[in-house]
């Protein structure tokens, strides 16, 4: 009797460990091998080459569209009139108001006004154009993969908000648009270029930190203050597209802010690799409150837990934590957490670094007194001196006039900048397609884990092979003189486009005044 139930249990477990064809939520194919969920990495066709290092041709102005004027568009159109050497073409949006109240950031920058876009179809219309270069995606999550693959089928690179892909299959369709249009294809991940995040990413390319073996990334916002806010389509949307996705998903559906800007420390697909990940996650408490709140129903399922954890291990052995929790009451954290063998970089709740007076000293920087050790963050004299010598060139180049322009404390702009300025000197972006799908692959992904008892999930390569071709993570940037002469032929096109639309809005305001005259 012992024997058989031996028997039966060995058997069970035997089954449990074979490769089993199984779907997912999101409905992407995966099997259990050995205990470890994998999911399935489509075969890359004959001729389609890695968009690792991808240059296209320069633009000595980058005609942009911007697609999605609710929440994060309209300060994006602003931002932009405060690049040289772009010219905004077209403004789309669902609801044609949203659209045209844009027109006055290029008005007010006395640049040409723009075509404008609307309706469910409008951003097919705009793609078709051959007047654009590139689309800048701010709609609702559900419609960011839409727009950028109508946007790159037909010509036209695409940057995407965050999250820019929601599942699997739309990961696996941009790397594949791609390397096959040989387009750019960017997620505009802010927290990348936050000036903290910046100037801690220089320091540890510089060794300050020694080997980062650990990272945290976090995205802690209570959202109840803004759940109305975001956008309803028609009075029976009792929502919004933001919690009906959070209702609808499990996983960390907002990886992105806190993941990005450690994966860059950790040259993730640049020399290493995630390899493989754990998620758990609470139930649903204050996410099911808040539908039966907008819809006076009750709510019976809501898939995503209130915090979700993410623990991923690389290829190297290093390891990363991200969590997301957008339901309970607690201050903004937007963790950035560095934990190197010589030393350590934090941002949320305090902001500081700490490191040894002997390495200090190694780094060129002259400590208050010879008893730092580590044990706790430098000294507000010690931190600026170190900041000082290490500060981003980035940071130096771009920091002052981005907090004259704003944008989350100017990191949105710089953001904006540095795709402007890789866009006109034919460099490869900061964040290429590959950092999109890594950073966005721990909703579908993550819910397999959940969803199959807190199993371990085998990230997979994206790069499908060339992970390990480039050695660190790099901004790339053109030569003095190279840079320089783009620059001046930027200047110099704004200035002529300005002269233009200064023209065109005194003729419109003359026309206008006519038609009241007659009134």
């Known amino acids: 009797m012992k024997r058989k139930h031996l028997f039966f249990q060995l058997a069970l477990a035997a089954l449990f460990f074979m490769p089993q064809a199984i779907e997912a939520q999101y409905n992407w194919p995966y099997k259990n091998v050995n205990g470890t969920l994998v999911t399935e990495v489509p075969t890359r066709k004959v001729g389609q080459q890695s968009a690792i290092n991808l240059v296209t041709p320069k633009l000595k102005v980058v005609r942009v569209a911007f697609v999605g004027l609710g929440m994060r568009g309209p300060g994006a159109v602003e931002r932009w009139t405060h690049i040289p050497g772009i ?68 010509g036209k690179h695409a940057a995407i908000e965050v999250p820019s892909a929601m599942n699997m299959k739309e990961i696996w369709a941009l790397i594949n648009l791609s390397e096959q249009t040989r387009l750019h294809c960017i997620m505009l991940e802010n927290c990348c ?36 806010h975001y956008w309803k389509k028609g009075p029976d949307d009792k929502l919004g597209w933001r919690l009906r996705y959070n209702k609808q998903f499990r996983g960390d559906v907002y990886a992105t802010h806190g993941l990005g800007p450690i994966a860059q420390v950790l040259n993730i697909h640049r020399g290493d690799r995630m390899r493989t990940l754990i998620a758990m996650d609470t139930r649903s408490f204050n996410g099911k409150k808040q539908v039966e709140n907008f819809t006076g129903q009750p709510c019976d399922t809501f898939r995503n837990g209130d915090q979700t954890t993410t623990l991923i291990r690389t290829e190297q052995g ?21 934990t ?17 007076a002997k390495d200090l000293k190694e780094a060129d920087v002259t400590p208050s007194n010879d008893n730092l050790s580590g044990h706790e963050y430098l000294k507000e004299a010690d931190m600026k001196a170190l900041v000082e010598r290490y500060t981003s060139p980035i940071v130096k180049k771009y920091g002052d006039e981005a907090k004259e322009v704003g944008g989350h404390g100017g990191m949105d702009f710089i953001m904006d900048s540095r795709l402007v300025y890789c866009l006109q000197n034919g460099l490869p972006l900061d964040m290429d397609v590959y950092d999109l799908a890594e950073w966005c692959c721990l909703a579908e992904l993550g819910s397999i884990s959940m969803d199959n008892g807190f199993m371990p999930v085998e990230v997979p390569d994206f790069t ?25 032929e930027a200047k110099a096109f704004t200035a002529q486009l300005k002269a233009r639309g200064a023209k065109y809005w005194a003729a419109a305001d003359k026309k206008a005044g006519k038609k009241k005259g007659r009134k």
């Open 340 to 356: 190197g063998t010589k030393g350590f970089a934090n941002k949320y709740p305090v902001e500081g670094y700490a490191v040894s």
């Open 193 to 228: 270029y936050d000036f903290f995040e910046l100037n801690s990413l220089y320091m540890a390319q510089k060794g300050l930190f020694g080997d980062i073996i650990y990272a945290q990334g976090a995205y802690r916002h209570e959202l109840s203050p803004f759940w109305r």
């Open 87 to 154: 010219q905004i073409k077209a403004l789309c949006d669902y609801e044609k108001e949203r659209a045209e109240a844009c027109q006055k950031f290029l008005r007010k920058a006395d640049m040409p006004a723009a075509d404008i876009y609307y309706g469910e179809n409008g951003y097919k219309e705009l793609c078709k154009r051959s007047d654009i270069d590139l689309v800048y995606i701010a709609t609702d999550w559900a419609h960011h993969f839409l727009v950028a693959k109508e946007a790159m089928e037909h």
């Open 464 to 488: 499908r092979g060339h992970w390990n071709e480039i050695k660190g993570y790099k901004h790339a940037y053109a030569s003095p003189d190279d840079e320089a002469k783009t620059l001046a």
């Open 318 to 338: 290093k390891v990363m934590e991200i969590i997301h929790n957008v339901m309970t009451p607690q201050p903004y954290n937007r963790m950035y957490q560095l």
